[in-house]
């Protein structure tokens, strides 16, 4: 089965600093790859995806995030970060050699921003 | 676009006391999911739905745990009885259509507190 791993549950960086989150997955295929945040108190919203292609997927607010095979990594960057950025980041990869939708995720990355 | 809309945002409720989580996805939408998030499992799917109909429901923690979509705006997941344990953030999210790499949008959740 599918596993999503975030092997940081706490950052900090400074205002303005590069920010780096990482995210393994353990998936016999090629995965679909999701990056969501989440404010305190609201859901989930996605910041980028990754099916196919270009490894490199910009996505909202700044962010990319790169896909690695050979590392089984999908790292989420900024280059820099800012004090609205402070939230819970999720990794998730879904399943696609079946029908079923499931979207599992990683355990979550809280960024703290300081200033 | 109004988004995924739950209700209620909290709920307080008794051990023993029956729940009812709302849900209306986007509007045109054909996928509705339930998630639970907890502190201990994380983001979990509990059930999904295409077109109206329950697809897989394995992540239904047990009997207690019910799901309806008896139409195309409008889902319910009930618990009867709660309990303590069941206390969470009830996530619903939608998708445009049933292939997989279609992005799920999530509502803002219910916080579900059981004493």
């Known amino acids: 089965a599918q596993s999503v791993t975030q092997p940081d549950i706490h950052i900090t960086v400074s205002e303005g600093a590069s920010l780096e989150l990482r995210c393994n997955y353990s998936?016999?295929?090629?995965?679909?790859l999701f990056w969501y945040v989440q404010s305190p108190g609201q859901g989930l919203q996605l910041l980028l995806k990754y099916f196919s292609g270009d490894t490199l997927v910009q996505g909202i607010k700044g962010f990319e995030a790169e896909f690695k095979r050979s590392q089984s990594s999908f790292n989420l960057r900024k280059p820099s970060v800012h004090w609205s950025d402070a939230a819970e980041y999720f990794c998730?990869?879904?399943?696609?050699?079946?029908?079923?939708?499931?979207?599992?995720f990683g355990a979550g990355t809280i960024l703290r921003v300081k200033s | 676009d109004a988004g995924v809309i739950q209700s209620p945002r909290h709920e307080v409720t008794e051990m023993g006391q029956e729940v009812t989580l709302r849900c209306k996805p986007i509007?045109?939408?054909?996928?509705l999911f339930w998630y639970r998030q907890t502190m201990m499992r994380g983001l979990e799917l509990l059930i999904y739905?295409?077109?109206?109909?329950?697809?897989?429901d394995s992540g239904m923690p047990e009997d207690r745990f019910s799901a309806k979509m008896p139409n195309a705006s409008f889902s319910t997941l009930k618990i009867q009885p709660s309990e303590p344990r069941d206390s969470a953030v009830y996530f619903c999210?939608?998708?445009?259509?049933?292939?997989?790499?279609?992005?799920?949008?999530f509502g803002p959740g219910t916080r579900l507190l059981v004493l």
């Open positions: 509007s045109g939408h054909n996928s």
């Open positions: 739905f295409n077109n109206n109909v329950p697809i897989d």
């Open positions: 998936y016999g295929a090629t995965p679909y």
């Open positions: 998730a990869v879904l399943n696609s050699l079946e029908y079923g939708n499931k979207l599992v």
């Open positions: 999210a939608s998708r445009l259509a049933a292939e997989r790499q279609e992005t799920q949008y």
